[in-house]
C-alpha cells in the first residue's frame, strides 16, 4: 500500500521515499468512488512520473501517476499514515528531562527490535503525554 505521511507528506511510493515537490490543493478530477471533486494534497516526482496525491469531500484518497507530459498512467491506493518518531533523533536532554536512564535505554531497544523490560516500556509509555505537552513530540513506540 502507498502510504502519505500526514504532516511531513513524504510519500511511500513502491518502497520509496519521495518528498513532496508541491503542497498545492488544486481540483484534479472526480473520485470514482462517489463522484465528488478531488483535491489534490501533494505532487511527488520520480525520474519518469508525476504522483499526486488527492483525495475528495467523503475522505476517499487516491494516487494519481502521469507520466512527465502529464498523460494518465493509472491510479492506485493510497493511505494517510503517521511516521514514528525515531527516539534515538530526539535530544537527549530532552529525553532526559521526562524520562530515566532505563526508560530511554528500553523505548530505544524496543524501536530497534533488541530485548527490552516490559515493565520500563510502561512507565514511559504513561509519560508520552507530557512529553508532548512539554516538547510537542509524539512519541509512539
Ligand atoms: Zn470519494
Redesign the pocket.
Known amino acids: 500500500m502507498n502510504q502519505l505521511d500526514e504532516l511531513s507528506r513524504t510519500l511511500i511510493f513502491e518502497g520509496r521515499r519521495l518528498e513532496p515537490v508541491s503542497l498545492e490543493h488544486n481540483i484534479v478530477g472526480f ?1 470514482s ?2 463522484d ?1 471533486d478531488l483535491e489534490s494534497l501533494a505532487y511527488h516526482t520520480t525520474e519518469s512520473n508525476w504522483l499526486v496525491c488527492a483525495h ?1 469531500k ?1 475522505e ?1 484518497l487516491i494516487l494519481m501517476r502521469y507520466d512527465r507530459q502529464w498523460n494518465w498512467q493509472g491510479d492506485y491506493d493510497l493511505e494517510i499514515c503517521k511516521e514514528k518518531v525515531n527516539v534515538s533523533s530526539i535530544a537527549k536532554e530532552k529525553l532526559e528531562a521526562v524520562f530515566t536512564q532505563a526508560e530511554i535505554r528500553d523505548m530505544l531497544a524496543c524501536q530497534q527490535g533488541l530485548p527490552y523490560t516490559r515493565q520500563n516500556l510502561y512507565r514511559a509509555r504513561a509519560k508520552y503525554e507530557k512529553f508532548e505537552t512539554l516538547f510537542g513530540i509524539k512519541i509512539d513506540v
Open positions: 473520485c468512488k462517489c465528488m475528495c467523503n476517499h
